[in-house]
């Protein structure tokens, strides 16, 4: 891998081919959202218990404003007003199949009857490989389907070994962008890790589940800003969250209730990454049901965003997917969520919905992702064609058989404001030298 630095700086310089609605574009759409359902958590449950027909949307057909109808059991109900208006464009694609690769079904097989869950819902004897619990044994009447399925999302194949330039940006209810960011970011498993000693990646760190590390290039107040978050395999264990700041020339370690606080000012939580990344165990889980809903699934290149506010996916490609739903309410009191819903994918069990409710029960956030399939995927280009990121080598993800996360929209309903991610996901696959220096404290700053 060449220098993370100049790989930051590098990231700049292609910001510039990111598709971008004009200002003129988004105020032309910039309208009052119309009346909408009500945004409780109770009104969500009593949406879900009704009947859906999955038969009844037409897949190859664009929806508009006309037809919202046929989209509302398939949208979340308290998003409607964001989703559904009149110059509304919805494109439903044939729901497609993304087979996972049969060494992790095999690890899969292997785990069963060696997983369990303690009554806390921490997890026992998983070695890092496959599912935990094997997807087609999952049943509403087991009392731990909840955490079976949450420990499934949490160990989906193919979310790490990857390397990110991303630019995030928060959005008003005008369509004005005030604070953008721009930054990459690797993270790395570190169980699961074929042909290192029992399966560790990096040995002398025994106690470690993953490492994800993220540097920042713009805006200046962040410039050369990096920070590593480790997870360990223990989640009773807080996560260690280490930072480097140019102005301190030194790193500190953050506090548990810092990292309660909005993400680098925007409206994301570190544990938002993915639509759910806090401590499995400080959680309580309840499985809803399975249900039918809409996700931008293998999109073909990254999307922008436009609708009232330019809070919503433009020119993605719209999949019904089946998924499990789960209801979340923290331990903490302290923690600014009363509940979050995720909406998980039944095959690939990534979060494509996650709805955050107040502790009054009131909607407060919704979070999308938009997911692409790595044999699909085609990454930004210039006007000859050429891909942007030179440095990222794109040919890693063909064939991959992967899900890459290439997008994601957080909207604030009460601050009437949202957080907007490009991620241009490329497949990189570290050794176990190469992570003991990137993921290293001692190394931030340096390069």
Avoid at 208 to 215: F, G, R
Avoid at 230 to 246: A, C, G, Q
Wanted: glycine share 8%.
């Amino acid at each position: 891998m060449a220098s993370k630095k100049r790989l930051v700086v590098t990231c700049v310089c292609i910001m510039a081919f990111c598709p971008a609605l004009t200002m003129q574009s988004r105020r032309a759409n910039c309208q009052p959202p119309s009346a909408g359902p009500q945004t409780s958590y109770n009104e969500l449950l009593s949406w879900l218990r009704e009947p859906v027909d999955g038969n009844k949307l037409q897949s190859g057909k664009v929806y508009s404003y006309s037809g919202q109808a046929a989209l509302e059991p398939f949208i979340p109900q308290p998003v409607w007003p964001l989703y559904f208006y009149p110059d509304m464009s919805m494109d439903v694609a044939p729901t497609g199949d993304y087979p996972i690769d049969k060494d992790f079904l095999e690890a899969t097989a292997a785990n069963q009857g060696r997983v369990t869950l303690d009554p806390d819902g921490e997890l026992h004897g998983y070695n890092g490989l496959g599912f935990p619990f094997d997807p087609k044994g999952l049943s509403p009447t087991d009392p731990q389907v909840a955490l079976k399925v949450l420990w499934d999302f949490w160990y989906r194949p193919g979310h790490d070994d990857y390397y990110m330039p991303m630019e995030t940006r928060l959005r008003d209810s005008a369509g004005n962008d005030g604070r953008v960011l721009q930054y990459v970011a690797t993270e790395k498993l570190y169980i699961g890790n074929t042909g290192t000693p029992n399966g560790r990646l990096v040995p002398a760190e025994s106690d470690v589940e993953s490492k994800l590390w993220t540097s920042f290039e713009q805006p200046q107040d962040v410039r050369d800003t990096q920070m590593i978050i480790t997870k360990y395999l223990d989640h009773r264990k807080d996560d260690d969250v280490v930072v480097f700041t140019r102005k301190e020339r030194r790193a500190r370690r953050m506090s548990a209730a810092e990292r309660l606080d909005p993400w680098m000012g925007t409206d994301i939580l570190s544990e938002d990454f993915y639509g759910f990344s806090g401590q499995v165990p400080e959680w309580k889980w309840q499985y809803v049901g399975r249900r039918k809903i809409l996700a931008t699934m293998n999109v073909r290149t990254n999307v922008d965003w436009g609708g009232p506010h330019g809070w919503v996916p433009q020119g993605a490609r719209w999949e019904l997917r089946d998924t499990y739903v789960l209801a979340g309410t923290p331990n903490n009191p302290a923690d600014p969520y009363g509940r979050r819903v995720l909406f998980i994918d039944a095959q690939r069990f990534w979060v494509t919905w996650m709805l955050g409710y107040d502790h009054d029960g009131q909607l407060w956030k919704n979070y999308q992702h938009t997911l692409a399939w790595s044999n699909d995927y085609q990454p930004s280009a210039d006007s000859k064609g050429n891909p942007t990121l030179h440095y990222c080598h794109y040919e890693a993800n063909g064939h991959a058989n992967k899900i890459l996360h290439v997008g994601e929209t957080m909207v604030d309903v009460k601050k009437q404001e949202a957080t907007l991610t490009h991620c241009y996901t490329c497949s990189y696959n570290m050794d176990s030298k190469e992570a003991a220096k990137h993921y290293s404290d001692q190394h931030l700053g340096l390069e």
